[in-house]
């Protein structure tokens, strides 16, 4: 049931009378913008000066009720989902950018061995995460490096972290080296 302050508003933004505003509120569930539309579409109120309508679509819909119940049960408030994909699209194909710019190296003895980008390094270890990870271990211990390189992972901090692992490898192999020599 519309409120007397509805057929008010109604009344003063589409200039018709009372019974024409209350009869479109009635009919639009007491909605003032699916109102105002039904009155734009039987040509009780004329359509804004620039041309447009009272929606967002070119053309209003033939039941403004029904169209609007029916989009507002097709789609979730906020993003559909061909938005949420496309913006998911756009961060994995800056991601597989990111990956493919730097590299992961493996070298040893000041020559390089192995060098991946660091997307293949990624799906390796998604996949083949208990090869990898102890191959990669072993190797430490058989006195490789890693290190990574290119525009955004070939900075000091990361592979200040890499050298460090390499260090403690080193401190490993050398204790148990020293320990069989005392025995």
């Known amino acids: ?38 009155l734009e579409r039987q040509g009780r109120v004329t359509p804004p000066e620039n041309g447009g ?16 119940t029916q989009q507002e049960q097709a789609e979730p408030r906020g993003e559909n989902l061909g938005q949420l994909f496309r913006r998911f699209w756009r961060w994995f194909r800056k991601l597989i950018r990111y990956g493919n710019a730097n590299y992961f190296d493996v070298w040893q ?5 192995l060098s991946v980008p660091v997307t293949v390094l990624a799906v390796l270890m998604l996949f083949c995460f208990w ?12 006195g490789c490096r890693y290190r990574f390189r290119g525009p955004d992972l070939g900075k000091a901090g990361v592979n200040d972290v890499m050298d460090s692992a390499a260090k403690a490898a080193d401190n490993i192999k050398n204790e ?8």
């Open 1 to 38: 049931m519309a409120t007397l302050e509805q057929v008010e508003k109604l009344r003063q933004k589409a200039n018709v009378s009372y019974d024409e505003a209350k009869a479109a509120l009635d009919a639009c569930s007491d909605d003032l913008l699916d109102a105002l539309i039904y």
């Open 53 to 68: 309508y009272y929606t967002s679509r070119q053309e209003p819909p033939k039941d403004v009720h029904q169209a609007y």
């Open 109 to 113: 003895k000041e020559q390089t061995l």
């Open 131 to 142: 090869i990898v990870l102890p191959l990669l271990l072993v190797g430490l211990f058989c």
């Open 176 to 183: 148990v080296m020293h320990s069989k020599e005392e025995d």
